[in-house]
């Protein structure tokens, strides 16, 4: 009865949803731009009004829009403002965008005074991919109005002569000489630190391109160009004001184009903005050195094309888990382990983990990677990023973090003193980049073994130029990893310290009892918590992983590490040493250690579902009567009425998979976990489980466990 009220009770809730939206949805329009939006002050992060910044904004000379090329709401906001400055100065303003090169400003004049159609001038002027979505409002707009538009930066075509000398190509122009801007002005130290620091991890290849004179590098000619074309549309056009868009970096701490105006025209009054792409830009704080004069935190709703892609933004949540310590208290507050493990495991597998090595010692809080993706053991993993997205894949882990522990500090007693981030593989990667770009928390960080690490160099480093009067947090962060990885790891390190970030190298330890330790230590080092003392001559053992299964290998350690309360030291090994070093250790899996419910994993779903232990076709009549008796008694029904156990063989029968699933099916249970009765079960048998079990993958909800390595198994060989 409940669970019939339940669903009728959903299905109306959802069926109302969808009738009221679509009925609802009279037009397609975005938001209103004022509901998108916060505007802050530059200097101080101060919220104000819209108004506020365009009465300020209309008494320029120039503004400088400072954006990400393909976000939506940017543009929306760039159409505003320059609307709003031609309203309020009797449409005496020139637009000027970087998006159109000098040598096309023919085409775009013909165009805007009625002498060539748009075809004809898109055809000829080069316009961006994405003129259509970002830039034609404002050019249409301009042309009804009568007003100039600039095509400011320096033309491609001549760029591409002056890849090798500059001066002789300058030199060879003749007539085409007046594209290029009259002097070439050096830009500041400071600039071209934060332009190299942009590209760090191409460094190198950029300026064995573009050779040692850098005031004909490629962005000191963008900039050059339309910091000249700005001054020359003031010249040419007595009382309007400019509204110059460009890429944010060209214009940030008024350097780049505006620096270049400024020595051009000394007296020139400039306003900068600043246009950041934001989740939730009402809360969003401002940190570090101003920016610009005003900084529009734009909600990201969409992007234009880019790349032959659009895309939209959703919010998606990032699941974790927390155990905080029952003694833990105002008075006694306890450290915080955050910890990562690598693609393929699960957050519950490493929080069983860390809270049995430390104990009620301290908080644990354990995060599941944000994608989630089925191994090929057919186990439901997950992976913290992709090589195509890694930038934007690691920065929204990086939001999620930092979410994660401001949730946990604020809400549980926590010493924000003793904050300790932790991963291992990819989730070290992720560690790694966190603690070098969060500006939030003070933490100490130990990267196990990182991996995929490279695309870090594609983040810029957060100079200690840039934080202004402010102080970075503290962040420490340590590597733990082959010496093989420390010959890129330790180059990355010292550029770490250059910005404020303590960095150090561990090998790590070949013995695997000995590595077991040297990370426990660590950690446990940098949570400020009793280091343990292994006692001298302890007994070896150890659990052998048979494949390359992230899932195996944290279920091996788990098995491990309940192992070692026997004075011996157990550990999760890939290569059994010698038998004369240390001894094997395996979980025998029978009916009887699974009549505790604990012991038997539930199938997932709000309205339960059946869990199918597949055993081996060939156990023998007296084995397999007393895996049926399991199943009449049924542990996991008697501890929830919406579970259930059934017992199935991997071979054909009337108890082979397919007859079980079909007999269920008619049965109406279509929500079934299937696991075979091991510990862990490879890739191999899964998949013949798999093939079993094709008939019914459409019809029923299947769901599969490669084995029982992650429940509270009896300890016994």
């Given at each position: 009865m409940y669970r019939a009220v339940l669903i009728q009770w959903i299905c109306g809730v959802a069926l109302g949803w969808f009738s009221s939206t679509l009925m609802g949805q009279t037009d397609f329009h975005s938001p209103p731009i004022e509901d998108c939006i916060s505007?802050?002050?530059?200097?101080?992060?101060?919220?104000?009004?819209?108004?506020?910044?365009?009465?300020?904004?209309?008494?320029?000379?120039?503004?400088?829009?400072?954006?990400?090329?393909?976000?939506?709401?940017?543009?929306?906001?760039?159409?505003?403002?320059?609307?709003?400055?031609?309203?309020?100065?009797?449409?005496?303003?020139?637009?000027?965008?970087?998006?159109?090169?000098?040598?096309?400003?023919?085409?775009?004049?013909?165009?805007?005074?009625?002498?060539?159609?748009?075809?004809?001038?898109?055809?000829?002027?080069?316009?961006?991919?994405?003129?259509?979505?970002?830039?034609?409002?404002?050019?249409?707009?301009?042309?009804?109005?009568?007003?100039?538009?600039?095509?400011?930066?320096?033309?491609?075509?001549?760029?591409?002569?002056?890849?090798?000398?500059?001066?002789?190509?300058?030199?060879?122009?003749?007539?085409?000489?007046?594209?290029?801007?009259?002097?070439?002005?050096?830009?500041?130290?400071?600039?071209?630190?934060?332009?190299?620091?942009?590209?760090?991890?191409?460094?190198?290849?950029?300026?064995?391109?573009?050779?040692?004179?850098?005031?004909?590098?490629?962005?000191?000619?963008?900039?050059?160009?339309?910091?000249?074309?700005?001054?020359?549309?003031?010249?040419?056009?007595?009382?309007?004001?400019?509204?110059?868009?460009?890429?944010?970096?060209?214009?940030?701490?008024?350097?780049?184009?505006?620096g270049q105006l400024k020595k051009r025209k000394p007296d020139c009054k400039i306003k900068t903005v600043s246009i950041v792409p934001a989740t939730s830009p009402s809360s969003e704080r401002l940190k570090g050195a101003p920016v610009a004069d005003y900084v529009v935190l734009a909600e990201q709703l969409a992007t234009n094309i880019n790349e032959e892609k659009w895309s939209v933004f959703v919010n998606r949540k990032t699941d974790y888990q927390l155990h905080v310590p029952a003694n833990a208290s105002p008075e006694n507050r306890v450290p915080l382990l955050i910890w990562l493990g690598s693609d393929g495991q699960a957050s519950g597998d490493g929080l069983k983990f860390w809270h049995a090595a430390l104990g009620e010692q301290a908080a644990v809080l354990v995060l599941d990677p944000p994608f989630r993706e089925l191994q090929r053991d057919l186990s439901n993993g997950g992976r913290w990023f992709w090589a195509d997205s890694f930038s934007?894949?690691?920065?929204?882990?990086?939001?999620?973090?930092?979410?994660?522990?401001?949730?946990?500090?604020?809400?549980?007693?926590?010493?924000?003193?003793?904050?300790?981030?932790?991963?291992?593989?990819?989730?070290?990667?992720?560690?790694?980049?966190?603690?070098?770009?969060?500006?939030?928390?003070?933490?100490?960080?130990?990267?196990?073994?990182?991996?995929?690490?490279?695309?870090?160099?594609?983040?810029?480093?957060?100079?200690?130029?840039?934080?202004?009067?402010?102080?970075?947090?503290?962040?420490?962060?340590?590597?733990?990893?082959?010496?093989?990885?420390g010959e890129w790891w330790k180059g990355e390190l010292k550029e770490y310290e250059t910005v404020g970030l303590s960095a150090r190298w561990a090998d790590a330890d070949v013995d695997p009892w000995s590595h077991f330790e040297q990370v426990d230590h660590i950690i446990r080092d940098a949570l400020s918590i009793e280091v343990r003392s292994t006692p001298e001559n302890v007994g070896r053992r150890y659990v052998q992983v048979d494949s390359k299964s992230p899932l195996h290998l944290i279920w091996a350690r788990l098995a491990a590490q309940r192992a070692s309360t026997d004075g011996s030291l157990c550990v999760a090994v890939t290569n059994p040493p010698d038998s004369a070093v240390a001894r094997p250790f395996s979980v025998t899996i029978s009916p009887e250690t699974l009549s505790n419910p604990e012991a038997l994993p539930k199938c997932p779903g709000a309205f339960g579902g059946t869990t199918i232990m597949v055993i081996d076709a060939e156990s023998d009549n007296a084995e397999f009567s007393r895996w049926l008796d399991l199943e009449k008694t049924d542990p996991l029904n008697k501890s929830s009425r919406f579970h259930r156990l059934r017992i199935a063989t991997s071979g054909a029968g009337d108890h082979g998979l397919a007859n079980v699933l079909k007999t269920l099916f008619n049965e109406k249970r279509t929500n079934v976990l299937i696991v075979p009765a091991t510990f862990y079960a490879g890739e191999g048998l899964m998949r013949e489980l798999e093939t079993n079990a094709a008939n019914f993958a459409d019809r029923m909800t299947i769901q599969w466990l490669p084995g029982l390595g992650g429940q509270k198994l009896p300890l016994s060989e």
């Open positions: 505007v802050r002050v530059g200097a101080t992060g101060q919220a104000i009004h819209w108004d506020q910044m365009m009465m300020d904004l209309a008494t320029a000379d120039v503004v400088f829009l400072g954006e990400t090329h393909d976000d939506d709401t940017t543009h929306r906001v760039e159409w505003a403002v320059y609307e709003g400055l031609l309203a309020r100065r009797d449409s005496k303003v020139v637009l000027a965008l970087e998006m159109f090169e000098r040598d096309v400003q023919p085409q775009l004049d013909e165009y805007l005074a009625g002498k060539i159609d748009e075809k004809a001038f898109l055809a000829s002027a080069r316009p961006w991919q994405n003129y259509h979505e970002a830039y034609r409002p404002m050019v249409e707009k301009a042309k009804s109005v009568g007003a100039p538009v600039v095509a400011s930066n320096f033309p491609r075509p001549i760029r591409m002569k002056m890849m090798g000398d500059a001066e002789k190509a300058l030199q060879s122009l003749g007539n085409d000489r007046g594209l290029a801007p009259a002097e070439f002005l050096p830009n500041s130290e400071v600039y071209w630190k934060r332009t190299d620091n942009a590209v760090r991890g191409h460094l190198g290849m950029m300026q064995a391109m573009e050779g040692a004179d850098r005031r004909y590098s490629t962005q000191s000619l963008w900039d050059n160009s339309m910091g000249e074309s700005c001054a020359l549309a003031l010249d040419r056009n007595p009382g309007f004001s400019v509204v110059h868009v460009n890429g944010g970096f060209h214009t940030s701490y008024w350097d780049g184009t505006a934007e894949d690691v920065s929204a882990m990086i939001a999620a973090i930092e979410r994660s522990w401001s949730y946990a500090l604020e809400r549980y007693p926590i010493d924000p003193n003793r904050v300790c981030l932790a991963g291992e593989g990819t989730g070290a990667t992720v560690v790694a980049a966190t603690t070098l770009l969060t500006d939030r928390m003070s933490v100490n960080s130990v990267a196990i073994q990182p991996r995929q690490y490279a695309k870090i160099k594609d983040f810029p480093l957060p100079l200690l130029e840039d934080w202004g009067t402010e102080q970075p947090p503290r962040r420490a962060l340590q590597i733990i990893a082959s010496p093989f990885d």
